[in-house]
């Protein structure tokens, strides 16, 4: 059988671990992003320097030399610069396998200019010239295992490209998928555990209504449940049970009632019913037709008055005064009238009785009450039944106990 109270945590949890999916995707791309932005920062410091500043006369050592100051020998990227022909100017650390030609860059002038440094001056006492740069364009290229960030700054002259090894933000970014994937089951668990424990805190006023209800007998109909402490939620459902439970314990109690009353209200005019028609075939011959009919009405009247007595039987039953009037009962003699009577049954029906009764089965018991519960087994033994069936009684003595058995066919 399901349980609501692990499909909800199931639910919950994997509620969470889609969450928890999309928010780790998220975070993951987001650091990607900001580790690649801040490379472009990087190479945007250095690139729009060379290319606000240098033209085909460019000094790449010197080039090279700012490159390992400003990144490390770690770090430094590598370094490409062509001019307006595609002839190649200087070059360093470039790996052969990268074609500048597949990383074109942008014609577009920048406005405004990059804000440059105040450069030193040149041998000759002058300032180097301010060139006008282009967009600065952004790649990424693979050389075998390797990821670079290319970028590409231009003037009017010359192209200058810068390529960083991305291994470090690479393995940044990996090391956190990891770490995600590892903790990803274990907050899964946790969730799934803490969303159990949450169902059933918020489950237990149905868990109380649920044991009210399994121990809820005929004796229990005044039972109400408490709503002070309730969740507002509960209100309802508390509110309903109760009112039941009083619509119950009306009805019961006006039902039980009226059996009483109507039982001990019939029984008295057939009791005179019954002594009339006991003196009237008293009166009767032997030989008058009319005492068939009597003995009929008798055994209908006897009949009648067994079922007023089966009634108030319940309505005691129900309300708690049964009183029981126990005494030592042997079985094995006490039920031979009843298997006579089970016998005159079965030929009625064209069905066959096997009896099995055991020696000195004694008991304690009402001898009235246990009459009642026998004879309605057998009764619905031959009722239920069909024609060439049969009926089985057995009575025997196991481990101290009285064991009475009534099958059929």
Same mark, same amino acid.
Request: some cysteine; overall charge neutral.
């Given at each position: ?14 509620? %969470? ?8 995707? /998220? ?10 932005? +801040? ?40 370094? &490409? ?36 440094? &105040? ?12 060139? *006008? ?29 810068? +390529?960083? $090894? ?6 940044? /970014? ?18 799934? *555990? ?6 059933? &805190? ?15 007998? /005929? ?54 019913? =019954? ?22 009405? =008798?055994?209908?009247? %006897? ?28 079985? $094995? ?48 033994? /031959? ?27």
């Amino acid at each position: 059988m399901k349980s609501f109270r692990w499909r909800l945590a199931g639910i919950a949890a994997l509620t %969470s671990g889609l969450v928890l999916l999309v928010f780790g995707s /998220v975070v993951w791309g987001t650091l990607y992003r900001d580790r690649i932005r +801040a490379v472009d920062e990087e190479l945007k410091a250095f690139g729009y320097l060379i290319a606000g500043r240098s033209g085909r006369n460019i000094d790449g050592r010197k080039v090279n030399e700012s490159l390992l100051r400003s990144f490390g020998p770690d770090q430094q990227p590598a370094l &490409k610069i062509i001019d307006g022909q595609k002839s190649v100017l200087h070059e360093s650390f470039w790996p052969v396998e990268l074609n500048f030609v597949d990383f074109p860059h942008r014609g577009t002038v920048m406005d405004p200019q990059p804000v440059l440094p &105040k450069p030193k001056k040149n041998a000759d006492g002058r300032l180097p010239p301010k060139r *006008m740069q282009t967009e600065p364009a952004f790649y990424n290229g693979r050389v075998a295992n390797k990821t670079f960030r290319i970028a590409a700054f231009s003037n009017e002259q010359i192209v200058v490209y810068l +390529a960083s $090894d991305l291994q470090e933000v690479q393995g940044e /970014v990996r090391r956190l998928g990891l770490a995600f994937a590892i903790a990803f089951p274990g907050a899964l668990l946790i969730i799934a *555990m803490g969303s159990a424990l949450l169902a059933r &805190k918020a489950l237990r006023p149905i868990d109380i209504l649920s044991r009210r209800m399994e121990t809820l007998s /005929v004796r229990g109909l005044d039972q109400r449940l408490e709503m002070a402490a309730a969740d507002r939620e509960f209100t309802r459902i508390i509110t309903a049970f109760n009112e039941m439970m009083a619509r119950l314990e009306k009805s019961f109690t006006q039902a039980n009632r009226f059996s009483a009353d109507a039982s001990h209200e019939l029984k008295t005019p057939l009791a005179v019913l =019954q002594g009339t028609i006991e003196r009237a075939r008293v009166e009767c011959g032997e030989s008058d037709p009319a005492q068939a009919r009597l003995a009929e009405m =008798q055994l209908e009247v %006897s009949g009648l008055v067994q079922i007023l007595e089966g009634l108030l039987l319940l309505s005691r039953a129900d309300a708690g005064k049964l009183q029981l009037t126990q005494t030592a009962v042997r079985l $094995d003699e006490w039920v031979k009238p009843l298997m006579e009577d089970l016998e005159l049954m079965c030929d009625s029906k064209d069905i066959v009785a096997d009896t099995l009764i055991g020696t000195s089965v004694e008991v304690d018991a009402d001898p009235v009450l246990l009459q009642q519960v026998l004879m309605n087994l057998l009764t619905n033994a /031959v009722k239920y039944n069909h024609a060439g069936g049969h009926v089985v009684f057995t009575l025997s003595r196991e481990e101290g106990h009285a064991v009475i058995s009534v099958r059929n066919s």
